[in-house]
């Protein structure tokens, strides 16, 4: 496997009144699907209990987008992607890595279910919910350095705590690629939709995105109700991300993508052939 390379995240800005539009048209077309939509399509076996639905929300995103300067860190692109497969699914359990300031939109799209952010930056995460502070997130630690990606995706195979069928994350100490330590409520929920832009990627002594993908991974394996797991994985033009998605979120479950971003759609482990022994992909 070649060296790591640690990209910088290229930083592309639109201009305000662009973005504005896009987060303004984008608001609207929630808006509109959440009153009139089709509310059957709701996601299977929530474990949490869903909040009401109330407009509130989505007059709070819209105001926000429309009003500041500062637009999110995906495309519009790249965001049309799982606004579509939240159009179809929400509400639902969607958990997402990373809290910054596409928060309120993603909470937004998923008005009436559960959504929660994981974030490593305790000043950031302090920041973010001091502007927001209904969005519902934890401040979490990662136990990883993005300089030691190569050593962990050449050595996790000889762990069998990381491996199928032992895998698992709650309290997992042997795998160095587990995250062990999160709150219950992650461990309990069974997650319709997972979002990994987070966390850092881009530097030696960032934690790097590969407990992320991994544990991710799992979570969409460990799925008990019936359907698959969107996984959404952005900056995918860097190395780890692109390496750890093919070796764990599979070639074959990659569905579509565009700009930096890919879709995957995870099966449960149940009656399928990734439940062969030792196996992700």
Known sequence: MGKTNVLNR????????????????????LFSFVLHGDRSLICSLPSLQRSPFSADELY????????????????RSEISISFNILRRRSPCNFL??????????WSAFNAGGTTVFLEEDPKWFQSVLREFPTLRAYNIRYPTKLSEANDLIRT??????????????????RCRLALADLPDEIY???????????PKGYFAEAP???????SATLMARARRGEGVTDVFLHDVERNVEKTYAMEFLCKKYLVEGTGRLWHFQIPPTRGNETSSEGKFC
């Open 10 to 29: 290229p930083m592309t800005r639109c201009s305000v009144a662009a973005a504005a539009a896009i987060l303004f048209t984008g608001a609207l077309l």
């Open 60 to 75: 709070s995103a819209l105001l926000h987008y429309a009003t500041s300067s500062i637009v999110p860190q995906q495309s």
């Open 96 to 105: 997402v890595f990373g809290l910054g300031h596409d928060s309120p939109m």
């Open 156 to 173: 996790y195979l000889s762990e069998p705590e990381c491996l199928p069928p032992r895998a698992h994350l709650k309290g997992n100490q």
């Open 188 to 198: 309990e929920t069974e997650w319709d939709l997972i979002m990994i832009d987070a």
């Open 208 to 214: 790097g995105r590969m407990g992320a993908i991994y």
